[in-house]
């Protein structure tokens, strides 16, 4: 196909799918949903329909402390029973503390949970995490320290299906759940701070960053976890561009799985 060809091709695409004729079915749901739902569709550029869903959810990522850095010192075959480690077992927290995991991109995890236990499924999961690396990871894994960041936000979340449908191999890595929405961009954002050094005081980050906004929340349905009782969680002097609420954290731990 000549690129004269091929352009004319992407641009009947785009004029579809953003023309006003184009459908677009949101359908409200508490459950997480999958790439085989049947509610959540590709967008049909011939039909000019598209089925997704919206959902208010908490958003978690989790993704290892200076895996860029190891990449450059360790040998591949040295590195990746590190990433196999720490993926495994991130994703069998989130498991455990009821959570989906929808997402794993290298060495971050991203979690979403149902809405009627988002806030305390997301803060198990935070927790089972933290204390995992610390104690598991730490304690098994030889080549390195590992340590891990660790974000949460709350809110109202669009899922739609995008890529493009192929077929025999190449078809599941041309497809994905795109997840649009203000607690995604923020739980990722947080993510790359938290359990990291802030320049601006000299001091680490916790492990374990979320928005106020998702603490009252949880205040709201849990006040009686032992946590929140004895005020583990603090105010921390972050910030996510573009984003005014207030941030907190902590460095909070099972004792038994340390």
Known sequence: MALSDFRFELASDVQAINCTAFEHTITPTDSVPSLDDDGITFPNVSAKTQKSKLIH????????RGSTAMSMQYKYDELAPVYASFVR?????????GGRVRNIIGDRVMVVFDTDKCFEQAIDTAILMNSVVKGVLREEVKLVDIEAGIGIDYDQMLVTKNGVIKHEDENSSNKSLVWLGKPANVASKLTDMAGKMDDSTGEKRPPILFTKWFYDKLVEKKPEFDHIEKGYWKVQAVRVKGHGN??????????DLI
Do not use: P, S
């Open 246 to 255: 207030t941030i907190m954290g902590g460095d909070v731990h099972y004792v």
């Open 89 to 97: 077992t991130m994703v069998k927290c989130a498991h455990r503390a």
């Open 57 to 64: 959810t908490a958003v978690l990522f989790v993704d290892m």
